[in-house]
Nanobody, 120 residues
């Protein structure tokens, strides 16, 4: 079994910062891609940022220069530092990980989601 547990969401004023964390645990052999998606009310889930095991990162244009994704491979954890937050960043943020388990089966796993609310 593999689990992703997210933390760090909350309510913040526009211009503020939040840091999200997502820790993977369980029968993990390796992790390739880790990333963050978000879903605003009434909208589809969208990519925020991803990072692959080699360190390459990818960001949505809407968050470039404001958000930074990083990972600690020793802890199987991915972080999302969010600065200069805007009301349009409001939504439920989901962690995604592409994990190969100890049976060498690769699957995508999602976290339960954490709410981020940015007030104007």
């Amino acid at each position: 079994q593999v689990q992703l547990v997210e933390s760090g969401g909350g309510l913040v004023q526009a211009g503020g910062s939040l840091r999200l964390s997502c820790a993977a645990s369980g029968s993990i052999f390796s992790i390739n891609v880790m990333g963050w998606y978000r879903q605003a009310p009434g909208k589809q889930r969208e990519l925020v940022a991803t990072t692959i095991s080699g360190g390459r990162t990818n960001y949505a244009d809407s968050v470039k220069g404001r958000f930074t994704i990083s990972r600690d491979n020793a802890k199987n954890t991915v972080y999302l530092q969010m600065n200069s937050l805007k009301p349009e960043d409001t939504g439920v943020y989901y962690c995604l990980a592409n994990i190969q388990n100890t049976l060498l089966i690769r699957s995508e796993y999602w976290g339960q989601g954490t709410q981020v609310t940015v007030s104007s």
